[in-house]
């Protein structure tokens, strides 16, 4: 069987601005360094997924602008399949402000353009075909992940979501999910229970469960992701790493992620792996340009 990744999501221009601290309502503080990095959910995880060896089949839609065509050229120098990779004159392309603190933190505003211009109508058959794996976020229109619920059921595809950023979702789109990969903050939002202790780790994990989802994994920041599924119950912690940046660190998880999934191999092995690739991304400025290649794995 073929294991080509299929990553259908949202692709952003990011304007990052470092600063020593964030600002309260109604202040100014003066910033330190100004960046412009391609960014977006769905374009972060398929670039991480890409550099980390996977074949992968990247679906967005972008404006006809010149965002929109940088991010083009990024996608084929990555080398990503991009055939279903639309531009619109509708809509301007994503773009993203995110401000990052001297610890690392972050605060992202997302003006999403071209992004909730993808529609079911944008995703041929053909898009699907070959895919040992599919991962969305819920950077798209909600009609859009619906439909490639439906489809992948159909089609008996594995279907990973990334719930960010986390909105209340029905219990439809819960029911067969191969895997599910919410923060802490996620996690509290779709279940109503904070993850603040083991027996409410497990909680959560039992609901999503409970409602059809096969595989769980809530990441935890710098305590490490916690995996719940019928072989395993805990924690797997995450690498001590000085964060810099910590704006990908959940996308390049789970482009990480998927592509151990892929490959074949063992939970927890793949959650390992997956950590080494975020302490990696949050050592470094940016999305897109802080997820690391196999060999600084290896």
Not at 243 to 264: I, K
Request: glycine share 8%.
């Amino acid at each position: 069987m073929s294991k080509k990744i299929v990553v259908i999501g949202s692709s952003n221009t990011d304007m990052v601005i470092k600063t020593k601290v964030f600002p309260q309502p109604g202040e100014t503080v003066l910033g330190q360094t100004f960046l412009m990095n391609p960014g977006g959910k769905g374009a972060n995880q398929a670039v991480a997924a890409v550099r980390l060896g996977a074949d992968v089949r990247f679906v967005a839609r972008l404006g006809q602008d010149i965002f929109g065509n940088q991010a083009l050229d990024g996608f084929k120098k990555e080398g990503l399949d991009i055939a279903y990779v639309s531009q619109t004159p509708d809509y301007p392309s994503g773009i993203a402000t995110i401000t990052v603190n001297d610890k690392g933190e972050n605060q992202i505003i997302v003006a999403s353009g071209a992004n909730m211009d993808l529609k079911p109508e944008d995703l041929p058959d053909a898009v699907f075909e070959e895919a040992s794996l599919v991962l969305i976020q819920l950077e798209i229109p909600v009609e859009t992940v619906r439909y490639i619920v439906e489809k992948c059921r159909t089609l008996h595809i594995k279907l990973v979501l990334n719930p960010a950023p986390a909105v209340k979702i029905d219990d439809e789109l819960l029911k067969g999910l191969y895997l599910i990969t919410p923060n802490e903050t996620e996690t509290g939002i779709l279940t109503g229970i904070f993850p603040d202790s083991p027996e409410a780790l497990k909680e959560a994990a039992l609901y999503f469960r409970k409602k059809g989802v096969e595989h769980v994994i809530i990441t935890l920041g710098k305590k490490g992701v916690y995996l719940s599924n019928d072989l395993y119950e805990q924690i797997i912690p995450a690498v001590e790493v000085q964060a810099v940046d910590t704006t990908a660190a959940g996308d390049v998880f789970n482009g990480a992620l998927v592509t151990a999934l892929s490959e074949g191999q063992d939970w927890l092995l793949a959650c390992e792996f997956a950590c080494k690739a975020s302490a990696i991304a949050v050592t470094r400025m940016g999305a897109q340009s802080s997820a690391p290649y196999q060999h600084e794995i290896k």
